[in-house]
């Protein structure tokens, strides 16, 4: 596993950043698919352990453990901005909980798990985008962290054509095509919100 496999999987540590402070600012996490949150945070959680426990370098895990303490911010968060006090205790119990169960899982058993991830990254992402569909809305998803991504997911399908590392390629073309989605969808549907505001004026 390298820093180029664990990328595949569509997780980069500068997702958190915008987003948090979106949050924060707006005092609110109303359109945000946080089951999404909770599925990615179960990943990075689980591609986290293998690496360390593989005795990979940190450079192969260190983007990924800074990743998934963003996504556990973001969920929290939005989870504490929704007044959801009794769902945010059961947040950090159940990340306690995971955190130790991988500290203690043998590496064959996170092994086994990790044949589940290609399935969960396209459930997690299919419903984020018919939830921005039903709501005709990308809630409080951050503008910044969606053309971060996708610029990184053009840059890395480039990086693995050049290098011939083809293995790598239908994740990350699968990531890019689902993060095409969100960033159309954002455009659209902020397009719809400003033509309303217009109207009013």
Same mark, same amino acid.
């Given at each position: ?11 980069? &540590? ?20 946080? =089951? ?12 986290? *352990? ?12 260190? /983007? ?19 007044? =959801? ?17 991988? &500290? ?8 086994? &798990? ?27 998803? *951050? ?18 054509? #050049?290098?011939?590392?083809? /293995?790598?390629?239908?994740? #990350? ?5 689902? =993060? ?22």
């Amino acid at each position: 596993v390298s820093t180029q496999s664990t990328g595949s999987s569509g997780i980069n &540590a500068e997702y958190g950043v915008p987003q948090v402070l979106k949050i924060w600012r707006s005092k609110s996490g109303v359109g945000l698919n946080l =089951q999404m949150f909770t599925m990615l945070d179960f990943i990075t959680s689980l591609i986290s *352990a293998f690496c360390i426990k593989s005795g990979l370098d940190y450079s192969n895990w260190l /983007e990924l453990l800074i990743t998934n303490i963003q996504v556990f911010i973001i969920h929290a968060l939005a989870r504490y901005y929704l007044n =959801q006090p009794d769902k945010l205790t059961a947040l950090i119990i159940c990340k306690s909980l995971l955190v130790a169960g991988l &500290a203690f899982v043998p590496l064959d058993y996170i092994k086994l &798990a990790m044949n589940c991830l290609l399935p969960m990254m396209i459930y997690n992402k299919t419903t984020m985008a018919y939830k921005h569909y039903k709501d005709k809305s990308t809630g409080q998803l *951050a503008g910044a962290t969606l053309f971060m991504q996708f610029v990184q997911f053009s840059g890395r399908i480039f990086t693995v054509v #050049m290098t011939g590392a083809t /293995e790598f390629l239908p994740p #990350m073309l699968l990531n890019w095509s689902y =993060q095409s989605v969100f960033v159309l969808q954002y455009l659209w549907y902020n397009r719809e919100k400003k033509e309303e505001e217009k109207k009013k004026e």
